[in-house]
């Protein structure tokens, strides 16, 4: 039988602490259930961190709203366990084209080279990517969700923070050493500490019209600007899973909300594009306007704020929902080292750190980009209209033309908890950069690099196809560390090794992209950050560089 | 570092300027603002450094609006 996840309720169930005398205490409450706030508390669980979350409703997403999960979030997914569920059942894409008035004016593949695991992008409704993670998330013993489950009051104290929740059956209190706020952009926690997102709104009203329909276009992201179908305004088309399209009109400033929800005004609009027969059954609909904010800071005291509580982006370029799954990983390792003591406190300011920069850079995509899209006055049009136009002959003008820089993530180049290179190396993998998966073959089976690394530190070590005694007893020590970092051995493509005795893995780079993805040669040392971001490297491997870079990522030193 | 030309620099002046004026020969207004925006993109993927650009910009503003 299959679930229908945009009618599936979760029941409320009564719990023990609602009966405790004194309020429970719990190391991390999670408030909110949507794709930041279960990633964040799945994350944190198999990391061995009991979660409780709450959520005011019992449904999955109402609406298909955030469609695009891009690679990054897939390969986060994939380290949780999650993420080919999704891959499964969404559509993958690759290729986007722009259109002005009824020309072509060029097309964009988001991943022009192979040998990764995931495609650029997934279209998947959140209902299904919500319903996906919960289920995840109920297998899990040391995670536990409370639906119909209402933060209404919420106060910071020296050890933790104490939550008032409202509940059916009354309500009762909680006592929580952090706090994970994934609340929303209207996120009610934000309000209740006095807080805000700050930034710029935008006047113009956009229409979100998914329909059903059997339609022969590929699976790409068609973005028209004037279309003759829709003149004056802007025109986005996207595939979904279960033959349902995304259709996204922009309507102007002056729109009326109420009035193009309705039926009689959503047709005509749809049939404008598709031709007057075409057959289709609307499934949403949705106007909606945006804004680019962001808190000052994402982590006040013992709580801290995640995905659209806070920040927000315009939806082109996919930003939202991407970036606070990131901010999610980003917080899990962190919290898990701090609330286990093994790292202090100072390091969750780092969250903010990096979280921060990476929204700088979302708001800053989004907001070129609605400006490229909504013009704000006649010059600015004139530009836009002129760049499109020289597009379609001269290639440095499609550089310009801005329908959404599509989400990719932030390469944290100036966080605290880099150690800077001391060796030459060229490439995208620098300290703070997401590392880059590559095929491999694992133990005589065809895998992929970053389904070997993360959840813990880990050492990359790319070898000539030998390991010497001494490195391996190097490996040996790092592994029984307060902080333990587990080591990878890359052997060079057409080499195989068996695993070393210490229990250390040794991957083939089968097709030798990691070598060339990594810049690396023989000896070339990596250290990977939990959440598979590169902290470190080396030509050379020593382990007092590695101990020193591995305090200096966990602000142990 | 590259910083934006002021001393004359283009070799036959007149010509250009010619050349310039003669671009909107038989355009309505709105085409030659659009036959312009077009030019300044051209001339500016040219030049391509975004400090003499930025330079360009700023000289621009402050001919129309003293700072």
């Known amino acids: 039988m299959t679930t229908d996840y945009q ?36 994350d944190l669980a198999q990391q061995g961190v009991p979660v409780v979350v709450l959520d005011d409703d019992n449904k999955l997403s109402s609406g298909s709203r955030a469609i695009c999960f891009a690679k990054r979030t897939l390969e986060i997914w994939d380290r949780l366990g999650c993420g080919e569920r999704m891959v499964q059942k969404g559509v993958s ?37 919500e319903g996906y993670l919960c289920e995840h998330a109920q297998a899990l013993a040391n995670l536990e969700l409370r639906w119909k489950s209402k933060v209404v009051g919420v106060e910071g104290q020296g050890d933790g923070v104490a939550l008032r929740v409202e509940t059916p059956e009354g309500p009762y209190r909680l006592h929580a050493d952090y706090v994970i706020a994934c609340d929303g952009a209207r996120s009610p926690i934000r309000g209740m500490i006095g807080q805000e997102s700050i930034g710029r709104s935008f006047r113009d009203r956009f229409l979100i019209a998914d329909v059903k ?17 829709h003149r004056n305004q802007s025109v986005l088309l996207h595939r979904q899973p279960d033959d349902v ?91 898990k080292l701090v609330l286990a003591r093994k790292a202090p406190d100072a390091l969750l300011d780092t969250y903010d750190d990096e979280r921060g920069y990476a929204a700088n850079e979302n708001i800053q995509c989004s907001t070129r980009a609605t400006d490229f899209i909504t013009p704000k006055n006649n010059v600015s049009r004139m530009f836009r209209d002129a760049t499109l136009k020289l597009s379609k002959d001269h290639a440095f003008a499609r550089r310009l033309v801005n329908s959404g820089r ?30 880059a998966d590559g095929p491999v073959m694992v133990r ?26 001494d490195i391996h007893r190097s490996f040996a020590s790092l592994s029984r560390g307060a902080i333990p970092l587990t080591a990878i051995v890359v052997a060079p493509k057409g080499i195989s090794l068996p695993d070393s005795p210490g229990g250390t893995t040794v991957v083939e780079d089968s097709e030798g992209l990691l070598r060339q993805r990594y810049d690396a040669r023989a000896g070339t040392f990596y250290l990977m950050r939990p959440d598979q971001h590169v902290c470190a490297r080396w030509r050379r491997f020593d382990v007092d560089a590695t101990r020193a870079a591995l305090a200096r990522a966990t602000c142990t030193g | 570092m590259q910083t934006l030309i002021v001393e004359p620099n283009i070799v036959r002046p007149d010509d250009f300027y010619e050349a310039l004026i003669d671009m909107h020969r038989d355009l309505t207004d ?16 040219h030049i391509g450094d975004l400090g003499v650009l930025r330079e360009a910009i700023a000289a621009a503003r402050t001919s129309v609006k003293p700072t």
Not at chain 1, 256 to 263: G, L, T, Y
Not at chain 1, 444 to 469: E, K, M, P
């Open chain 1, 93 to 129: 894409w690759n290729v986007g084209k722009v259109y002005f008035r009824d020309e072509l004016v060029y097309s964009f593949n988001l991943l022009p080279e192979s040998g990764y695991r995931r495609p650029a992008f997934i279209n998947l409704q959140q209902y299904y990517c």
């Open chain 1, 7 to 42: 009618k599936v309720e979760f029941p409320y169930v009564r719990s023990q602490d609602q009966d405790a005398r004194e309020p429970v205490d719990h190391p991390v409450v999670v408030v909110g259930a949507g794709p930041i706030g279960l990633t964040a508390a799945i």
């Open chain 1, 444 to 469: 005589g089976d065809a895998g992929w690099f970053l389904a070997q690394i993360g959840g813990d530190f880990n050492g990359v070590y790319f070898s000539d196809g030998t390991l010497s005694g």
């Open chain 2, 30 to 45: 709105e085409q030659s603002q659009m036959a312009n925006a077009a030019l300044i993109l051209l001339l500016a993927n």
């Open chain 1, 245 to 335: 399209w995304r259709i996204d009109f922009q309507l102007g400033a002056d729109a009326d909300p109420e009035e193009e929800k309705k039926p009689e005004r959503v047709i005509p609009r749809i049939q404008a594009l598709l031709g007057r027969d075409a057959q289709f059954e609307i499934e949403w609909v949705s106007v909606y306007t945006f804004s680019c904010s962001r808190m000052d800071k994402f982590r006040q005291g013992r709580i801290l704020f995640a995905g659209d509580a806070a920040h927000c982006v315009s939806p082109f370029g996919a930003r939202g929902a991407n970036s606070g799954v990131q901010d999610a990983e980003n917080l899990a390792w962190k919290l």
């Open chain 1, 213 to 229: 329909m059997q339609a022969g276009f590929p699976p790409e992201r068609w973005f028209w600007f004037d279309p003759p179908f």
């Open chain 1, 406 to 435: 599509l989400s990719l993530p932030a390469t944290l180049h100036d966080s605290p908890l880099n150690t800077p290179d001391c060796d030459t190396f060229s490439g995208e993998m620098a300290p703070g950069a997401p590392a």
